[in-house]
């Protein structure tokens, strides 16, 4: 089990960057896949990306790639998400997540999550 606390949302314009952190504690492992969801209003939470804590892998979802970044700085049991050209339909609440085992994109396989933290870009 590994508790999750994210931070760094705000309210941003569109075209602006933010950047999030999803800090870890209690017993961990290297072994933690990471990843970083996201609910809208009105929608189902939905994948936005994920990283192996040490296969230095990682996946995105369409609407990520080439704007969003997941990275992990393991010393500090931390992971990012580096988000740039922010769009208004990217205003959501966004939730990291801790797997055990594979990485999905199915929000019922991750084993632990944090409280979330709000995005939301105006136009």
């Known amino acids: 089990q590994v508790q999750l606390v994210e931070s760094g949302g705000g309210l941003v314009q569109a075209g602006d960057s933010l950047r999030l952190s999803c800090a870890a504690s209690?017993?961990?492992?290297?072994?933690?896949?990471m990843g970083w969801f996201r609910q809208a209003p009105g929608k189902l939470r939905e994948f936005v990306a994920a990283?192996?804590?040490?296969?230095?892998?990682?996946f995105y979802a369409d609407s990520a790639k080439g704007r969003f970044t997941i990275s992990r700085d393991n010393a500090k049991k931390t992971v990012y998400l580096q988000m740039n050209s922010l769009k208004p339909e990217d205003t959501a609440v966004y939730y990291c997540?801790?797997?055990?085992?594979?990485?999905?994109?199915?929000?019922?396989?991750?084993?632990?999550w944090g409280q979330g933290t709000q995005v939301t870009v105006s136009s």
């Open positions: 997540a801790a797997d055990l085992s594979v990485m999905s994109t199915t929000p019922d396989y991750w084993d632990d």
């Open positions: 209690g017993r961990t492992f290297t072994r933690y896949n």
């Open positions: 990283t192996s804590w040490n296969g230095g892998s990682t």
